[in-house]
């Protein structure tokens, strides 16, 4: 089925994200589970399409532009995902209390920066 790759790609990673213990502001948990049940929502519509035949060129571009907005998603995901585990190399010398406390401090910024995407 066309198009339904990206977004159920991106499905995954945002509920990996909300499920592996990621420590978040709760508004952008918010965010990341309302994202989730859109995408399921457009992924749907991308399967109803994508089993129809004739479609005009509106559809096919809807089509499309929701692929792109998954690979756009997609990227920027990995991209704080990356984040994420860079910070997690670099405190794993650090010893325990300490490294809890920097890594929140380290990785604030890369939480606040996936809610501002």
């Known amino acids: 089925m066309v198009g339904t790759g990206a977004l159920g790609s991106v499905i995954v990673k945002l509920a990996t994200l909300l499920g592996d213990g990621h420590t978040m502001l709760k508004s952008v948990r ?6 989730e049940r859109e995408l399921r929502t457009m992924q749907i519509l991308v399967n109803m399409l994508a089993g129809m035949e004739g479609l005009d060129k509106l559809a096919m571009g ?3 532009s929701m692929r792109d907005l998954g690979h ?11 984040r994420l585990d860079e910070n997690d190399m670099e405190m794993e010398a650090v ?10 401090l380290k990785t604030m910024f890369a939480r606040h920066g996936v809610g501002a995407q």
């Open 72 to 82: 756009d998603m997609e990227g920027c995901i990995d991209r704080f995902m990356l």
């Open 30 to 35: 918010k965010d990341i589970a309302f994202l």
């Open 62 to 64: 809807c089509m499309g």
């Open 95 to 104: 010893p325990t209390f300490p490294r809890s406390t920097a890594r929140q």
